[in-house]
Every structure is written in structure tokens, then in C-alpha cells.
């Protein structure tokens, strides 16, 4: 039998150890839980099949900013050159913590994996260099047609880049409609009835 004394002892010293700095008893292990040899609890993501390793999830993509993978190697030789040509276009590697703890960055300040890292910039940079590239790609067909003389288009089409006032408009992007040609535009042939020669 415990006395009284011996009991209110013993509860002491329970609570000194919980003060003395004891680590706290630890959660049960989850489905699917391990734990290693230094008591790291583990896990692992489970894969649908077809997971694309550099999909930036939405719930991480910050808005007014535009994400992409930049290359930082080709056939494992360093390119610099690639790197700094998307630094002077504004772009930046990813230093989010989100996005970092999302690809398992644990001692780095950015993402990288298979030659590329991840980078961010503003979307009005990004909108800027779409409506160049879609404007040197317009005058690049422009030059083209008019090589083969074929300057403007024929009567009932129209490349949808022309605002109300007839200016030209590079941020806007053509409408794909699948519609009959003109009449006018029709081949004419006459076909000769009865002659089997």
C-alpha cells in the first residue's frame, strides 16, 4: 500500500519533468505514417500516374504573376547565358516558401530540377513580351505575303488584329471561326459534258 506522502512525491515529480524541459509525448503515427531512425515521422506522396513534375499547382501561383521553368543547364553543361538573358527580362527565381516546401526544398533558396529552375515575374511583363512576340510574328507574315505578293487578304477575311479605328493591335488575338469561303474566292470550272477522251 503507498502512503499518502509517497503519492504526492511521485506526482511531483511528474510535474517537475514535464517543466524540466522533457519533450511531450508524441502523436500516433498515421496511416501511412513511418518513423526513421532519428524519429523523423515519414511519409510518401502518393502518384495518380500521370503527375507532371513541374506543374505549378494554382493554390500556390501567386496573383499578377507569371511562373516558368528557365533553363539553367543543357546536357549537364552549365548555360549562363540562358539565365541572364531571362534575368534582364525581368525574371526572377522563386523564393516562396510555399513553393519551396511543395518540391521538397529544404537547403536552397530556389527551385531547381533537371537542368531547370523555376522563376516568377510580374504579368504586365509578361503581357508585354506576348503582344511583341505576337507583333513580330505578324509583321514576320506580312513580309512574307508580300514576298510572294500576296499583300492584303482577299475580300471577306480579316486577321482580327485591327481595332475600331483601323490601327493595327497587337494584344489582341485572332478569332478562329471555321466558316464557308466567298463566293467570290471559288474556283470556276466548266465541265465539258460527254467528252470521255
Partial sequence: MVSASTETATKGKRNAGAKSGRKPMREPLRSGQVLSRDGEVLSRRRSTGALNPFDVPEHLKED????????TACHGKPDPANMSDHYENGWRPVGDTAILKHYGVT??????????????????????????????ALELRN?????????????????????GD???????KVRRTVEGAPSSLLPKRELSVGDDD
Fill in 64 to 71: 499578377g504573376w507569371s511562373y516558368q521553368w528557365v533553363r
Fill in 143 to 163: 513580309a512574307q505575303a508580300e514576298q510572294f505578293g500576296a499583300r492584303d487578304l482577299p475580300a471577306g477575311f480579316e486577321d482580327g488584329r485591327r481595332s
Fill in 166 to 172: 483601323g490601327r493595327f493591335d497587337a494584344s489582341k
Fill in 107 to 136: 537547403d536552397a533558396k530556389h527551385v531547381e530540377r533537371d537542368g531547370l529552375m523555376l522563376c516568377e515575374r510580374r504579368v504586365e511583363l509578361t503581357n508585354q513580351a506576348l503582344a511583341e512576340d505576337r507583333r513580330n
